[in-house]
Nanobody, 115 residues
Framework: QVQLVESGGGLVQPGGSLRLSCAASGIIFSIADMGWYRQAPGKRRELVASISRGGTPNYAGCVKGRFTNSRNNAKNTVYLQMNSLKAEDMAVYYC?????????WGQGTQVTVSS
């Protein structure tokens, strides 16, 4: 059974930073394409960043230059470093893992950006 456990969310002031982590189990992590999505109240879930099994990151335009996606295959963990946070970044952030036979989600972690 695949489990994805996000952590690192919380309350931060505008301009601040947070680092999200997603620890995976029950999956061959090294062959999974990993993604970070977010969903704000009343909005659709959107892709924020992804990192391929080969380590190639991609970013949504709204976070490019501020967010950094990385992975540690030895720890089965993917990270999202979020800098220069804005009010519009406030959402529940979800981790996603995709392989040929899996498409799994974590439970989400809340990111609140407020002064």
């Amino acid at each position: 059974q695949v489990q994805l456990v996000e952590s690192g969310g919380g309350l931060v002031q505008p301009g601040g930073s947070l680092r999200l982590s997603c620890a995976a189990s029950g999956i061959i992590f090294s062959i999974a394409d990993m993604g970070w999505y977010r969903q704000a109240p009343g909005k659709r879930r959107e892709l924020v960043a992804s990192i391929s099994r080969g380590g190639t990151p991609n970013y949504a335009g709204c976070v490019k230059g501020r967010f950094t996606n990385s992975r540690n295959n030895a720890k089965n963990t993917v990270y999202l470093q979020m800098n220069s946070l804005k009010a519009e970044d406030m959402a529940v952030y979800y981790c996603n893992a995709k392989t040929r036979i899996h498409d799994d989600w974590g439970q989400g972690t809340q990111v609140t950006v407020s002064s």
